[in-house]
């Protein structure tokens, strides 16, 4: 038996606890009960229960109660605890505190893969089939449809972030630093985090930088809002474009505005006409109004950092800036499993991702479909259902031109090291 220790939770351990909760998870799917659920749950001082090796922290549960009945909202191990029965420790320690309360029944809703599922079955825990779990989150106000619908918003679907595949560092640092606290203000508030108002992503075409920000408006189920600099324009004229379009977003409770190339309305002042000027001007003031209320992030995206002007870039103004490359090799491999998978085709992954070095997700995708309008085209005209080989992908690749040349990649690994923000 491993040599750990399951006492009482403590209002000393709640930092402890979120580094626990932290390296827990082993589902995709996202718990039934929020985070911040389970620590007003421990703030209230309902029954927990942690494991301790050497004064460390290794596991944790965390339950509700309501009348003789309770929840449990978090099982969480260190994953090199998993799979020696800590899981089952914690739970016999919080079943006895919970029945010792005069709790008649416990409950647990969880993902069937995710930490602790194997100890509820342990633990006697029965499952009820035949039943199907119902959710819907508003993301938006009644009045907030028709201002929406009138600026030209959208409300991503939640899965969308799901569906980025690889880029798994450049995801977790935006999961961490954005999406965490953002969804869980005041948690965030309690450890003296400052939320993130703006966000500034650069590098070279194709890299994903717009499926970036789509992705992150559907994980935090905020309306998104691209402006177009060239639409502001026409409209109304540049600066006074962005300055109506700033007082509308104003009027909702969340929003992710988003504005690619954005070198457009922010390019270097030095040199400009007085219009440029007015422009740089006009949206340096709509940022600081607009970082000036919570429930909302800009995320602005650049091919080219240096061509921004000094001032724009400041502390102050974005919180991150953030670097979006080429994917590495286990990203390629993680984009060719994800069209694979998706087309049912069968093929050498590693000699896929090794011929593709240098590729942005913008251009496996060119070859990825490139394959599968062949295929189509070879099953339509032979009346057989024909599968792609190994060597149909690689010969898509040597007639896909690189976005992204040498001096290119060059170029962004100085551009790195001068202004990425992290």
């Known amino acids: 038996m491993a040599d750990w220790h399951v006492r009482d939770y403590s209002v000393d351990d709640l930092e402890a606890l979120l580094r626990v909760e932290a390296e827990s998870g082993t589902s995709e799917e996202p ?18 229960v942690v494991a301790v090796v050497d004064e460390v922290m290794v596991g ?6 309501e009348g003789d009945r309770a929840w449990i909202l978090r099982i969480c191990m260190l994953p090199s605890w998993r799979a020696q029965g800590l899981g089952s420790a914690l739970l016999t320690a919080l079943e006895r505190r919970l029945f010792d309360d005069g709790v008649r029944t416990v409950c647990a809703v969880l993902p069937g893969d995710e930490t602790g599922a194997a100890a509820l079955h342990n633990r006697g825990f029965e499952t009820r089939s035949g039943l199907v779990f119902f959710e819907k989150h508003a993301s938006v106000t009644p009045q907030e449809v028709s201002l ?10 939640r899965g969308l972030w799901s569906r980025v595949a690889g880029m798994e560092q450049e995801k977790r640092f935006i999961e961490r630093r954005l999406v965490l606290p953002l969804s869980h203000p005041q948690l965030a508030a309690q450890h003296g985090v400052e939320l993130p108002r703006a ?12 499926t970036f920000a789509h992705a992150v408006a559907g994980r935090l189920g905020w309306p998104f809002l691209e402006l177009f600099p060239a639409r502001l324009a026409a409209e109304y004229g540049l600066a006074t474009g962005l300055s109506r379009r700033f007082d509308e977003i104003s009027r909702l409770d969340h929003i992710l505005v988003f504005i690619d190339e954005v070198e457009e309305v922010a390019g270097e002042r030095s040199g400009a006409d007085a219009t440029a000027v007015g422009v740089v001007n006009e949206l340096l003031k709509a940022i600081v109004r607009f970082r000036a209320r919570e429930g909302r992030l800009l ?17 102050g103004r974005f919180d991150y800036v953030v670097p979006l490359g080429p994917p590495d090799g286990v990203a390629r491999a993680a984009l060719w499993e994800s069209y694979l998978a998706r087309s049912g085709a069968e093929a050498d992954v590693a000699a896929l991702a090794s011929a593709s070095e240098g590729f942005t997700p913008a251009d496996i995708a060119h070859a990825a479909r490139t394959v599968s309008q062949a295929m189509f085209e070879r099953s339509y005209d032979t009346g057989t259902r024909v599968d792609p080989t190994t060597a149909d992908y690689l010969e898509a690749i040597r007639s896909t031109h690189a976005t992204v040349s040498t001096a290119m990649a060059e170029e962004f690994e100085q551009q790195i090291e001068m202004f990425a923000r992290l």
């Open 31 to 48: 718990p039934m009960f929020r985070l911040s659920d389970a620590v007003s749950a421990l703030q209230s001082g309902a029954p927990a």
């Open 60 to 65: 944790a549960a965390v339950s509700r109660v």
């Open 148 to 157: 929406l619908s009138t600026i030209g918003a959208e409300v991503p679907p």
């Open 199 to 210: 966000v500034m992503l650069f590098g070279p075409p194709g890299t994903g930088k717009s």
């Open 299 to 315: 995320v602005c995206a650049t091919n080219n950092v240096t061509t921004l002007d000094s001032a724009f870039l400041r502390h």
